[in-house]
């Protein structure tokens, strides 16, 4: 035993703050949990990840928005869908994560303890609220820090939890909104905007900049305006908002411009803010930025080195999928155990309807890099199982380098995208050429064979260059 309780402490129990503690309890550790009793699983699976992708599954199942191709426009599973219709599938699957995360975390032997953890001193964490009696304080010869995030909430915007609603507070309405104004097109605006105007929402889209999704490629974006201008999304681009009034019934919003939206509800997406505020950091020698995010070494380490920090707290990606691999990370950090760090080569999903993923470069850093690259496309219209599941919009597009026929970069927009990305994802991650995909066998009839068809599309274009060079 030594002079600590455990060997490592972690505040925040989602997706970062679970791993961290099994990958310590799995290498023998003493681990204990702390977390406020209804946020077991976090941000991710409370509030964040788990119930919008849940509620667009819903809202894609019951508007039947995937069988319109196939069955006509006028196509509903349900003619009249409710907020409890929605939120019922979501509680659902919200319950059974948590219990995943509590039995994986008891199975482990990690110590899980309900309430807000604050620091004493670097190796000292109060728990407010544990109903531990004389154990309130622990000690540990390690902490991390995975407290998350919550929306970060403009000071001159009036939120009501009604009318004014930020991306938490979305999921809490009690009736669908005819109309909608969603300020901001980052990832978690337009990914709530394309939920609500496929439940018939008229939705308009407020931002500031003159493009949304600046990091993802351009051709897959316009395909995304296309289809949500198709469900009555209107954009304003370059705008910024200068008042939201309210009334008991309905939203007016007024932009600088001087335009005014008539909308039953405004959301802000606003960007997020690191959830440090009640940790009390100076008492551990650490100090927050202005958005609430610690800064760490490429160990995950903060500028305290027995406290590490992992996840959104610790800003970009801020994805749940490389929090988990932060977590490991940092536990194996903590303890010496030799790891491989995470790899540059990460997939990104958007869960708008339809999907947006891709991993690589896109063609404006090859264009901007002088690195000569060819396309290759595929189209879900193209292939059987496209026309099956009744989806006529879908593509693929593989970058593919025109003097070693790597791929470069696979972007997916449609039904499966972010599922589909992986198989590029492990070409790229091999070293693979775009010969691999053009010889390989795949099922049929799948989306996978666009890989197939992007590959073929993409060599017979170079073939034409080289004959056209050896000619």
């Known amino acids: 035993m030594t002079e600590y309780d455990y060997d490592l402490i972690v505040i925040g129990s989602g997706p970062g703050g679970q791993k961290a503690a099994i990958a310590a309890a799995k290498l023998g550790k003493r681990v204990a949990v702390v977390d406020r009793q209804d946020m077991v ?39 009249e869908i409710t907020i409890a219709d929605l939120m019922a599938r979501t509680r659902h699957v919200v ?67 009604e009318r004014v609603l930020d991306s938490d507070e979305i999921l809490r309405l009690e009736e669908i909104p005819s109309s909608l104004v969603v300020v901001g097109a980052g990832v978690i605006g337009i990914e709530y905007a394309s939920m609500f105007a496929a439940l018939g929402s008229r939705v308009t889209v407020v931002e500031q900049r003159e493009r949304m999704l600046e990091f993802c490629d351009p051709e897959i974006v316009e395909s995304l305006k296309f289809h949500l201008r198709d469900l009555a999304v209107t954009f304003r681009f370059g705008e910024k908002v200068a008042n939201v009034a309210v009334s008991d019934d309905a939203t007016v919003t007024t932009l600088v411009s001087g335009k005014r939206i008539p909308a039953d509800a405004v959301m802000y997406s606003a960007g997020r803010q690191g959830m440090t505020d009640e940790l009390d950091l100076p008492a551990a020698g650490l100090v927050a930025d202005n958005r609430g995010r610690l800064t760490v070494d490429e160990h995950y380490r903060t500028e305290v080195p027995h406290i590490y920090a992992v996840g959104d707290v610790i800003g970009f990606p801020a994805l749940a999928a490389t929090s988990m691999d932060q977590g490991r990370l940092a536990a194996y950090h903590a303890f010496g155990e030799p790891a491989h760090e995470l790899g540059a080569l990460q997939p990104i999903g958007i869960y708008t309807i339809p999907e947006i993923s891709y991993c690589g470069a896109t063609e404006a850093e090859l264009t901007s890099s002088a690195v000569p690259y060819e396309v290759g496309t595929a189209r879900y219209r193209e292939l059987a199982r496209g026309q099956i599941a009744g989806d006529s919009y879908g593509m693929l597009k593989l970058l593919v380098s025109t003097t070693d026929r790597k791929l470069l970069g696979v972007h997916v927009f449609g039904t499966g995208a972010t599922d589909l990305v992986h198989i590029g994802q492990a070409v790229m991650g091999c070293g693979g050429t775009v010969d691999y995909l053009v010889d390989a066998v795949f099922n049929y009839p799948t989306l996978s064979e666009a890989y197939k068809v992007a590959a073929l599309d993409a060599t017979n274009k170079i073939r034409a260059l080289e004959r056209f060079t050896t000619g």
């Open 41 to 79: 699983g976090g941000v991710c699976v409370n509030t964040g990840t788990i119930p919008s992708k849940t509620l667009r599954e819903a809202v894609l199942y019951l508007t039947g928005m995937n069988q319109r191709d196939l069955y006509g426009a006028s196509y509903r599973v349900k003619q």
């Open 95 to 161: 319950g059974r994560e948590v219990q995943v995360v509590r039995a994986q975390l008891l199975r482990n032997h990690v110590d899980l303890l309900p309430g807000t953890g604050r620091f004493v001193d670097p190796h000292t964490v109060a728990v407010a609220g544990a109903h531990r009696g004389d154990r309130a304080l622990l000690s540990g010869a390690h902490v991390v820090i995975a407290t998350g995030t919550r929306p970060a909430r403009p000071g001159h915007v009036d939120f009501d939890a």
